[in-house]
C-alpha cells in the first residue's frame, strides 16, 4: 500500500511537472494573435542597432512580427519621431534619449509600462525583471516623474580610448589619468607630424551640447543650471572648464567643430590621432579589424580626472510602445522591446557589438574579459554618474541654444564668458516660460 501511495504521488507530480511546462510563457505562444502584424521603429547608424539588426531574424522567425526599421542620422531623429507623433503617424516603437524622455512622457506619446502590463498580461515575460537594469540606466532612460516608460536599449558611458603604439613612441607606457596631464604633459609630444593628440566630437546639435561643452563643466565642479535652475555658467568652476576646452582645441584636428561621432571614432581607427573620450558603445568598431587599423594598440580607460574627479559622460536611448498605434501594434511593439532587451539575449547582443543595460550581464567573468570596456564602464553606472544634462522635457530647446552658443565659442564668434552669458540668458527665459521660476514646474525625478 505504501508503494502504491509513493507511485501515485510521484505521478502527481510528473503530472503536475508536465502541465506547468505545457503552459510555461514562451515567445512563440505570446505572439500567436500578433502574426503577420508589422512595427516600425526608428534605428540609428551606431553598433547597437546593427547588433539588434543581426538578431532581428530570430525574432521575426519566432513571432512572425515583422520589425520595419529606418536607420535615421542621430540630429534628426528626434524632429523626426516629434513630427510622426504630432501627425498620429505609424511610428510604434519611440527610440528615445535620455533627454526626450521628458518632452516624450508629458506629450502623451508614449505608454507606461504599468498600463502595458495590465492591458497585455499574457505578453509579459515572467522573467522581465526590471530590477536587473542598472538603477541609474532605467532611471535616466526609461522613466519620468517615477513612471517606467521603456527599457534601456543602447546604453552608454564616457570612456577614453587610446592608440597604445602613439602613447608609446611619445615616451608614455599608460595613459593620462587627469584632464591635466592630457593637456599639458600628452598633447604637446603627441601632436607633430600631421597627427594630433585628441580628437572631440563637436558638431553643432546635441553632439556639441552633450557631448563637448557639457563634459567639460561636471569635472570641474561647474554645471549648467543651480538648484534654483538659474544658469551657472558664469560660476569660476564652470568657466574653468569651458577655457580648458580652448586650450585643448590646437591639439585637435582642424575643423574639429564639424566632427560628429563617427568622425572622431575613424580619426583614432585610422591613426590619425591618440585619443578620444567616447561612448562605451563605440568599442565594437574600435575593435574591428575591417573599420579600424589599431586593433591590436586599442587601449580603453576611465574618462581623466577633473579637478572634482572623475566624472564621466552618462548617455542612451531606451525603446517604448508608443500611444498612437492600435492595440495589435502595441502589443507587437511590447514582444519587440521586451525580447530584444532581455537577459538571454543580453550577451548575444553585446558580442554583435551593443551594450547591455542589464547587470546580469556582466556576472560572468569569462565573458566580460572578452570586452576591456566593460569594467570602467560598469563601474561608473555603479557609482552613479551625474545626469549631464539636466533632465527638463525642455532640454530641446535648451541643447538647441546650447548648441549654438557653444559651437560659437569653439570657433572664436565669441569669447568663452560672452558665450556663457548669452546662453545664461537665452536658457532662463526659456524656463521663466515654462513656469520653472514660479513653482509650476519643477525638475523630474
Known sequence: MKRLLCMLGAAVVFASVGLSAAHAWSLEEAAKDYKGTEVKV?????????????????????????????IVPYEN???????????????????????????????????????????????????????DFFPLLLNAFGSWNNVVYGLPFDNYSGLLYYNKAMLKAAGFDSPPETWDQLLNDYAP???KDGKYAFALQSRRG?????????RFIWPWGGSLLDAKFKSNLMNPKTQEGLEFREKLMKYMPPLIVDFDHNEAVNALAQGQVAMITEWSAFYSTLADPKTSKIVNDLGVAPEPKGPDGRKPALGGFSLCVTTQVDDKRKGAAWLFIQWVTSKAKAKEYVENGGVSGRQSTYMDKDFVAKYPFVPPMVESWQQGVPEFRPRFAEWPQLSDIVAEWGTKMMDGQATVKQASAEIGKRVEDTLKKAGYYDGKKTLAQ
Open 42 to 70: 526608428i534605428f540609428l547608424d551606431r553598433p547597437g542597432y546593427r547588433a539588434a539588426i543581426k538578431m532581428l531574424p530570430e525574432f521575426e522567425q519566432k513571432t512572425g512580427i515583422k520589425v520595419s526599421y529606418e
Open 189 to 191: 609630444k603627441l601632436t
Open 77 to 131: 531623429t528626434r524632429e523626426k519621431e516629434v513630427l510622426d507623433f504630432s501627425a498620429q503617424g505609424d511610428l510604434a516603437i519611440a527610440l528615445v534619449d535620455l533627454v526626450w524622455i521628458g518632452e516624450f512622457a508629458e506629450s502623451g506619446w508614449i505608454v507606461p509600462i504599468a498600463d502595458i502590463q495590465k492591458k497585455f498580461p499574457k505578453l509579459i515575460e515572467p522573467d522581465l525583471d526590471e530590477k
Open 206 to 214: 546635441e553632439t556639441q551640447s552633450c557631448d563637448s561643452f557639457m
